[in-house]
């Protein structure tokens, strides 16, 4: 896992992207086709951005899929995961770099805790998650990805 640039997006990672099974619970790649060009922006977005971290996840050079880190603050930041290489799924790869990425958030940049939004109608998402150690908050929020949306959160404490 590294920070993704724009020379690494391919036509694979759009392809990914556009991929209906992939892309079911993602707000934006689901919202409009994705294009090189557009990826790349996003990619671009994420490196300007001084609240945000676009990781790429890479397995022997290629690119399986991204967490990122958003909308970071003093305290919190919020965590996303989209493995697009399909033959990567159910491997554990996801809740490994959610994980990571989590731990980096909390160790390496202090936060307190680390927020993600679920649909609640994504199982894998949620087992993925709550192998990384984050808890499903029971504090009334909802994620603002839907009205179907949970809110998880990883605060490093078992």
């Given at each position: 896992?590294?920070?993704?640039?724009?020379?690494?997006?391919?036509?694979?990672?759009?392809?990914?992207?556009?991929?209906?099974?992939?892309?079911?619970?993602?707000?934006?790649?689901?919202?409009?086709?994705?294009?090189?060009?557009?990826?790349?922006?996003?990619?671009?977005?994420?490196?300007?951005?001084?609240?945000?971290?676009?990781?790429?996840?890479?397995?022997?050079g290629r690119h399986l899929g991204?967490?990122?880190?958003?909308?970071?603050?003093?305290?919190?930041?919020?965590?996303?995961?989209?493995?697009?290489?399909?033959?990567?799924?159910?491997?554990?790869?996801?809740?490994?770099?959610?994980?990571?990425?989590?731990?980096?958030?909390?160790?390496?940049?202090?936060?307190?805790?680390?927020?993600?939004?679920?649909?609640?109608?994504?199982?894998?998402?949620?087992?993925?998650?709550?192998?990384?150690?984050?808890?499903?908050?029971?504090?009334?929020?909802?994620?603002?990805?839907?009205?179907?949306?949970?809110?998880?959160?990883?605060?490093?404490?078992?």
């Amino acid at each position: 896992m590294r920070p993704l640039l724009a020379e690494d997006v391919t036509q694979a990672y759009v392809d990914g992207l556009n991929d209906r099974a992939v892309n079911t619970f993602l707000l934006g790649p689901r919202s409009s086709r994705q294009t090189i060009e557009t990826v790349r922006a996003f990619v671009e977005q994420n490196q300007q951005a001084p609240a945000a971290i676009l990781f790429g996840i890479f397995k022997a050079g290629r690119h399986l899929g991204n967490v990122r880190l958003h909308d970071i603050s003093q305290t919190d930041a919020w965590i996303g995961v989209a493995v697009f290489d399909t033959g990567e799924w159910r491997k554990g790869l996801g809740s490994r770099c959610v994980a990571r990425a989590a731990r980096f958030a909390v160790a390496d940049l202090g936060l307190e805790r680390v927020n993600a939004g679920i649909d609640r109608h994504n199982e894998r998402s949620k087992k993925a998650f709550a192998r990384a150690g984050f808890q499903l908050a029971h504090d009334g929020r909802t994620s603002a990805m839907s009205h179907d949306g949970e809110h998880w959160v990883y605060t490093g404490r078992e």
